[in-house]
């Protein structure tokens, strides 16, 4: 019987609102140690196994007990109460940090498909420079070749007007321009 007051009132302690004061605490003290007695006396008049029970040592030793019990189970709670903030937070910044991850990996993606396509730019303007390269090559060998064509056409043009007069025939009438040879030689 003693034993079940004993984890009532534990339980009552437990329940209370908050932290107890000392006066508080003193007076539960009193109060249970007040029914304990009551409860043993009651008891004495029934044969009980538990007589040591009585010493108000023992009595004492049990509510410092409880009150380390009690003490001990309010800091489990505040460690219980970190300890699943903690988890709380962990699961939050993984949630984040595969959000993170996948953006990183988004833009990586694009960073790729951007320099292939910068490659790609890279690659045409490599190709027109090869090919304004080629034309200014093939313009240039055009225009050495009109020049040496110009050369070997005069002096045939002047033997064909000297022929032609011999005959009494007019000259040929056919200047070319000479001079847009010249801008490109320059």
């Given at each position: 019987m003693t034993s079940s007051v004993c984890s009532n009132n534990t339980e009552e302690l437990k329940v209370g609102n908050g932290p107890l004061n000392e006066e508080e605490n003193e007076a539960n003290q009193i109060e249970l140690v007040s029914e304990e007695n009551e409860t043993n006396f009651d008891d004495k008049t029934k044969p009980n196994d538990h007589e040591e029970t009585n010493n108000p040592v023992e009595i004492l030793k049990?509510?410092?007990?409880?009150?380390?019990?009690?003490?001990k189970t309010n800091e489990l709670e505040k460690i219980k109460s970190k300890l699943a903030d903690e988890v709380d937070t962990i699961?939050?910044?993984?949630?984040?940090?595969?959000?993170?991850?996948?953006?990183?990996?988004?833009?990586?993606?694009?960073?790729?498909?951007?320099?292939?396509?910068?490659?790609?730019?890279?690659?045409?303007?490599?190709?027109?420079?090869?090919?304004?390269?080629q034309a200014n090559e093939d313009k240039n060998r055009?225009?050495?070749?009109?020049?040496?064509?110009h050369?070997?056409?005069?002096?045939?043009k002047e033997q064909v007007n000297q022929l032609r007069i011999s005959i009494g025939l007019e000259k040929l009438n056919d200047n070319i321009d000479v001079s847009v040879l010249e801008n490109y030689l320059k």
């Open positions: 049990k509510l410092e007990i409880l009150k380390e019990i009690k003490f699961e939050t910044e993984n949630k984040s940090i595969q959000s993170y991850q996948s953006e990183l990996d988004t833009l990586i993606k694009e960073k790729i498909e951007q320099m292939e396509i910068l490659q790609q730019i890279q690659d045409d303007i490599n190709t027109m420079e090869s090919t304004i390269k055009s225009v050495e070749s009109a020049l040496q064509l050369v070997d056409y005069e002096p045939l």
